[in-house]
């Protein structure tokens, strides 16, 4: 290649194609603010745009009610020292992405990281709704995939669990059938 030919590179981490920000180039749907900034640990892969994302609950302890208020102590003490305990699972029309940020002590501590699975590494999705005491629901969205699993708790209604897990199969199917899987 001669050297007068301008060559393209992809974008170096936490930086997208010059534009728009990464919610608007590879999103056709609405990304919090709070996601958006764990979108900055990853890179989008050529032509990849996000199908729907959803943010998980990083205290989860347990459905039982003891549990969950142990849980809801820990947010408490943890958002008063500048902390957090973020989750989110990012679906794209290429990928599965879930993306943890871990903070205590107004970042003394912090931790983030992004696991990435191919889609056709992704064998079943699924929800679940666990309620105890007649009134105290705990609502679940699993994927498993040859090698992972993961069981997060999320703060959403039935509908939009459904629509979640409807979306998810949808771009398992199309990338199943695609790939001749």
């Known amino acids: 290649m001669a050297f007068d030919q301008q060559q393209q590179f992809p974008p170096q981490r936490g930086q997208f194609p ?3 920000p990464p919610s608007a180039a590879h999103s ?20 990849e745009q996000i199908v729907y994302g959803i943010q998980a609950d990083g205290f989860f302890l347990g ?14 003490f943890t958002t008063l020292t500048g902390g957090h305990i973020r989750v989110f699972l990012v679906v794209t029309n290429q990928r599965l992405m879930v ?10 501590q912090r931790m983030k990281s992004v696991t ?8 079943e999705a699924g929800s679940s709704k666990d309620t105890q ?5 705990t609502r679940t969205v699993s994927v498993r995939s040859l090698t992972e699993h993961w069981n997060l708790v999320v703060t ?4 939009e669990m459904k629509n979640f897990v409807a979306n998810l199969s949808a771009v398992l199917v199309a990338h199943s059938t ?3 899987v």
């Open 99 to 108: 993306i943890r940020s871990i903070q205590f002590m107004c970042g003394c």
């Open 18 to 20: 010059p534009g728009d």
């Open 178 to 180: 695609r790939a001749g």
């Open 156 to 159: 959403m209604s039935d509908p």
């Open 28 to 47: 056709s749907v609405p990304v919090s603010p709070k996601m958006q900034d764990a979108l900055t640990q990853v890179d989008m892969l050529p032509g």
């Open 133 to 137: 005491l007649c009134c105290i629901n």
């Open 116 to 123: 990435t699975m191919a889609l056709a590494g992704v064998k």
């Open 63 to 76: 459905s039982n009610p003891v549990l969950k208020t142990v849980g809801a102590i820990q947010k408490f």
